[in-house]
């Protein structure tokens, strides 16, 4: 839930008011730290002071703010901005009985529906949900647009956390019709889409993707399993397929189940198929700001027609709601791998992980989704050349362009530390794996999707047999049902 939009803030000033020019110049280029820079040791004037103070509020720097926002309302107590300035700090640093003083004084200024806005937030604060929503759902048809979707967002929120699916589309559907052409366009279409996605059990996806790869001897998972040096290129034609279930409960739990299976072999050669079939099954429960998962997974991977892996994982984790759109999933690893195929002993990868790592996954802004993990995890394989720490790290974003286009990117680092000196090269192995990838995608006609993405990823190793690079460019096509 933010606590301020810069849209309800004016940003510019008078050319009467006298102030340091520097600093005007600044602030109504919205440069805050250089505003503040100008200003810091001398504020000989009462522009001086409030940009000054407002300029700390736009860098959230609210303890910092607060006084000096105090202080040039006792020069202005009726500007409109500085009240509200206060409001969002008190509100944020949970000062409720200022911050409702501060709301009464922006109702007699006018100002109702943003002193509502922040009513309703410390209404959640305080536990009266109900309160808060009759003050949302009345600011939907606010004056200001910009309000009214914002209002939409934390209600929106609400009805979530209470576990409410079937009302989210129809709030996000009004707040849309206010400003179809607006910053938070694209999110409020995707809250009525999952809403409606909340209600239906069962949801399918198809597709078919054609890679272009310039070393098709690695397996597509890009785990650095070689098995053979190549530089064979080829293109490879992929199939896949997407199941997903849910089922609440009731008492805040939720049972869900995921099926994923994909296909692929090459246009010219007659090796290098690979086949995964990835079942999923688990229990969670949700609460009002963090909830838990309890997800098993077996996977069984085929290469050229053979069985080739089967795994057994188990990751229970703990999330928790953070600022904006983020959430925070906290979770500990605990794998089996079985190999069906090894060239010796001590090359047998069939073992036992366990580990943990951390995931930041949700929206940043109007615009922006990320995804972010770091994992450690302590490999113990039956081959004494396996055995190994590894961790590795992943961030991912994607840039709404409009509601119906988007841009993403990715960087991905993987470091294995070998237990033990190889038992044929007699040396210690350690790799490191950094690979990056940027797409672009389309959606369109409602239930169809098309994704064209290029990828590379370069492997060092101590022991250069195990040295690789790769570079895979896709384009690709699925169907939701």
């Not at 690695?218 to 080829?234: N, R």
């Not at 002993?345 to 992980?353: I, Q, W």
């Not at 490191?432 to 995608?441: D, G, I, K, P, V």
Request: net charge negative; aromatic share 12%.
């Amino acid at each position: 839930m933010a606590f301020a939009t810069a849209a309800f803030f004016h940003g510019a000033i008078s050319a009467q008011d006298p102030c340091n020019e520097v600093a005007r110049q600044a602030f109504d280029r919205q440069h805050w730290e250089e505003v503040a820079s100008a200003l810091r040791d001398s504020r000989q004037t009462v522009c001086d002071r409030r940009i000054f103070a407002l300029a700390q509020f736009h860098m959230h720097a609210f303890e910092a703010a607060l006084p000096e926002v105090n202080a040039s309302l006792g020069d202005a107590p009726n500007d409109l901005e500085l009240n509200r300035a206060a409001l969002v700090m008190d509100t944020a640093l949970g000062n409720n009985a200022a911050a409702e003083q501060r709301a009464a004084k922006l109702t007699v200024l006018g100002d109702d529906d943003f002193a509502n806005l922040y009513r309703a937030r410390l209404s959640l604060s305080s536990g009266d949900p109900a309160g808060a929503e009759a003050l949302l759902r009345g600011l939907l048809n606010a004056r200001d647009a910009v309000l009214a979707q914002e209002a939409a967002d934390d209600l929106i929120a609400l009805l979530q956390q209470q576990g409410r699916y079937g009302e989210v589309a129809a709030v996000a559907e009004q707040a849309l019709a206010r400003d179809p052409g607006s910053f938070s366009a694209y999110r409020l279409k995707r809250y009525a889409m999952d809403d409606q996605r909340a209600l239906k059990p069962l949801e399918v996806s198809i597709g078919y993707r054609l890679e272009y790869d310039d070393n098709v001897a690695l397996l597509p998972d890009q785990q650095g399993i070689i098995f053979g040096v190549s530089d064979e290129e080829d293109f490879r034609h992929v199939l896949f397929a997407d199941v997903l279930y849910r089922k609440p409960l009731g008492n805040h739990l939720l049972f869900f189940a995921e099926g994923h299976g994909s296909h692929s072999f090459h246009h010219d050669l007659d090796e290098y198929d690979f086949t995964r079939a990835n079942l999923v099954a688990g229990l969670g429960g949700s609460y009002r700001n963090w909830g838990w998962r309890l997800p098993l997974e077996y996977s069984h991977d085929r290469f050229d027609g053979d069985a080739f892996r089967d795994s057994l994982i188990a990751t229970p984790g703990v999330f928790v709601d953070m600022w904006g759109g983020l959430q925070s999933y906290f979770y500990m690893r605990f794998s089996s791998e079985d190999y069906d195929r090894s060239v010796s002993l001590s090359e047998d990868r069939s073992g036992d992980t366990s580990g943990g790592g951390v995931l930041v996954v949700g929206t940043l802004g109007e615009r922006w989704s990320l995804r972010v993990f770091a994992e450690l995890d302590d490999v113990d394989t039956d081959g004494n050349n396996w055995d190994r720490d590894e961790w590795r790290a992943q961030a991912t974003a994607e840039f709404n362009l409009t509601p119906d286009w988007a841009i993403g990117a990715g960087l991905r680092y993987q470091e294995a530390d070998f237990d033990n000196l190889h038992d044929v090269f007699l040396a210690q192995r350690k790799d490191e794996t950094s690979s990056a990838f940027a797409s672009l995608t389309h959606w369109f006609r409602e239930h169809w999707q098309i994704r064209a993405q290029v990828s590379y990823v370069e492997q060092e190793s101590t022991l250069s047999i195990y040295d690789f690079d790769r570079t895979v460019i896709s384009l690709g096509v699925s169907y939701d049902f």
